[in-house]
């Protein structure tokens, strides 16, 4: 990856915040693979809002965080004397080439450049990698407006790209260059065992794992439906959903669990390392609502646990191709089923083993950062073409 000049190319990325969610996570992936891949390469990063991972960002590079905790922020009127202390910050760090939003919500830091980046007079180009669906999508337009600020389209999946096009127009060029994770290194086999033992508490049958913020889109009331159905089948499994402790629907789900009296469903809070809870699981239950391409289920599948989830929801069905085990939205009886046939653990390696084969040639960041590398690099090209001509 070479830049327009003959000095190492700067590449800028933006996030939303920098707390463990999946595009802070995706970036460091990105990031970790750039520089491993081209050290002369120079980034650093821009998160409208800070969190938990500023310090393993900063050991790849810059991190500049606009907000302070907490800080309520409006964009469509925000105070202007606090406007202007965030152009002081963004305007001292140096020119980028280029600008990667990771995630369409990276996009709020955009107004918050003295000269906004996509904008006229020589400003860097900015690729905007896509990774949502839904009402996500809203930093599209006012007041933040990331569709008029955009150079270069990206999307995470297909599902992503097919939303993009009804909302940008027919026209607009967008390239799917999916998401991905980095390989995990293998936990070892008694760290596994003792978290499986930990996770079970007592039950007899299946491990269920899921993870995620705790929204109606996550649906982990879902994931408790799928657990009090499995229980009127007589069946003795525990399931542990991990995340989401600070979110509006933790509460609620906490309470059915109790009026159901479900005593192997577990709520716990995220961990730093999800491989070894991962590995633990017997079966990764995805029982999102809507989940452009969720990077739980890619990390589910490298720990070598079978991932179910359901069909008509996102983009599971694209990562999986055609190891996709799981059942149509809304089906949750049959996702159940699904929980049924893996009961048998010659069937669980076997669907664990397809998956496997599936994702690891495909969304791993070893094989898979290349390409957004690439398209980087075609928008330096594009813009350098641009004033040439001018």
Wanted: glycine share 8%.
């Amino acid at each position: 990856m070479t830049g327009p000049t003959s000095s190492p190319t700067r590449l800028r990325v933006l996030l939303h915040a920098a707390d463990r969610t999946g595009p802070p996570m995706l970036a460091r992936a990105l990031l970790r693979q750039v520089t491993s891949d081209h050290p002369e390469v120079q980034v650093d990063v821009v998160a409208f809002r800070g969190g938990e991972m500023v310090a393993e960002l900063e050991a790849l590079g810059p991190v500049t965080v606009l907000l302070h905790d907490h800080e309520a922020w409006d964009h469509a009127a925000p105070d202007p004397v606090r406007v202007a202390e965030l152009e002081a910050v963004t305007g001292v760090l140096e020119r980028p080439d280029a600008v990667l939003l990771v995630s369409i919500s990276g996009g709020q830091c955009l107004p918050y450049f003295p000269e906004a980046p996509g904008g006229p007079g020589g400003a860097p180009p900015v690729v905007s990698w896509v990774v949502e669906q839904g009402e996500d999508l809203h930093w599209l337009g006012t007041p933040v407006d990331v569709a008029a600020r955009t150079d270069v389209w990206l999307a995470g999946s297909a599902t992503t790209r097919d939303e993009l096009v009804v909302r940008l127009g027919p026209a607009v060029a967008i390239e799917v260059v999916p998401e991905f994770v980095e390989t995990p290194a293998d936990p070892a086999p008694e760290v596994v065992a003792a978290r499986r033992d930990e996770l079970r508490g007592g039950a007899d049958d299946l491990l269920v794992v899921g993870a995620g913020i705790a929204t109606v889109r996550k649906a982990p009331d879902l994931f408790l439906e799928a657990a009090a159905v499995a229980s009127h089948r007589d069946h003795d499994d525990a399931f542990v959903w991990l995340g989401g402790t600070d979110d509006p629907l933790w509460p609620l789900v906490d309470d059915e669990r109790q009026r159901l009296g479900l005593d192997h469903f577990t709520l716990a809070p995220s961990v730093p390392d999800l491989t070894p809870t991962l590995a633990a699981a017997d079966v990764f239950l995805h029982t999102a609502r809507l989940d452009a391409f969720p990077l739980v289920c890619l990390h589910a599948v490298l720990a070598g646990t079978p991932v179910v989830a359901f069909s008509g929801a996102g983009g599971v069905p694209e990562m999986l191709g055609d190891a996709f085990v799981g059942a149509e939205y809304p089906d949750l009886a049959g996702l159940v089923e699904q929980l049924d046939r893996l009961r048998d653990p010659q069937v669980r390696v076997q669907v664990a083993a397809a998956q496997l084969a599936y994702v690891a040639p495909r969304f791993t960041a070893a094989s898979a950062a290349v390409a957004v590398v690439d398209a980087v690099a075609r928008a330096l090209a594009g813009r350098s073409a641009q004033e040439t001509v001018q």
